[in-house]
């Protein structure tokens, strides 16, 4: 079964630090992956896909992807209060898109 | 605007009530499925259709079923709701089943009593 792992949390970081986020995959033929951010009881959003090795980066974000160890992070800096949410990492399935189950994070003033 | 609408946003029901959550989404998306999300247990999949009468099997597909009459609608239905389906749904969809971004409905909390 084709799998994305993260860990759950939370990771507390203060304001104005650098939020970092992993997730793992198990199948080496991935090709894309999207970080999604979810407000407690709301409905996914995107923040960012990847589809090549390396770094990718859009405002305060930087999505990084290692094929060869088969991880993908996302970076967030100057990280804010509103950044606390759920960050869902996904990749592909057999079928289907496959969810980590989200890590915690929590920015504290 | 591009949206997945989904109906009802909450809803509160009795055990063995026939119940329908319905989605529908206005990008003519060829990819549509249906999640439910518990504590702990992050997104799962119940049942995804791929085009028009064409569904599957998700992950958690067991007391659910599903419709794709038309490209645009994708509703779930509970034929005989259980305490143990309380929880949050969410129906999305996408052009293509992977390497696309997947649009989420606005989730609908269900209560079964």
């Known amino acids: 079964q084709k799998e994305v792992e993260q860990n759950s949390g939370p990771l507390s ?28 009881g709301k409905s996914p959003e995107l923040i960012m896909f990847i589809y090549s090795n390396g770094d990718k980066e859009d405002g305060r974000f930087t999505a990084q992807l290692n094929k060869a160890s088969q991880y993908v992070s996302l970076l967030i800096r100057d990280s804010q209060p509103s950044d606390s949410a759920t960050y869902l ?21 | ?76 239905i509970l034929e005989s709701p259980s305490p143990n389906q309380t929880s949050l749904y969410f129906c999305a969809s996408s052009l293509a089943a992977q390497n696309t971004e997947a649009f989420f409905g606005q989730g609908t909390r269900l209560t079964v009593v």
């Open chain 2, 1 to 76: 605007e591009a949206q997945v609408t989904q109906n009802p946003r909450y809803l509160i029901t009795v055990t063995g009530k026939k119940l329908t959550v319905t989605c529908s989404q206005n990008m003519n998306h060829e990819y549509m499925s249906w999640y439910r999300q518990d504590p702990g247990l992050g997104l799962r999949q119940i049942y995804y259709s791929m085009n028009v009468e064409v569904t599957d099997k998700g992950d958690v597909p067991e007391g659910y079923k599903v419709s794709r009459k038309e490209k645009r609608n994708f509703p779930l």
């Open chain 1, 89 to 109: 990492c996904a990749g592909p399935g057999y079928s289907t898109l496959t969810f980590g189950k989200g890590t915690m994070l929590l920015v504290s003033p």
């Open chain 1, 13 to 40: 970081v203060p304001e104005g630090a650098i939020a970092s986020l992993n997730c793992t995959y198990s199948d080496r033929g991935s090709q894309s992956f999207f970080w999604y951010r979810q407000y407690s």
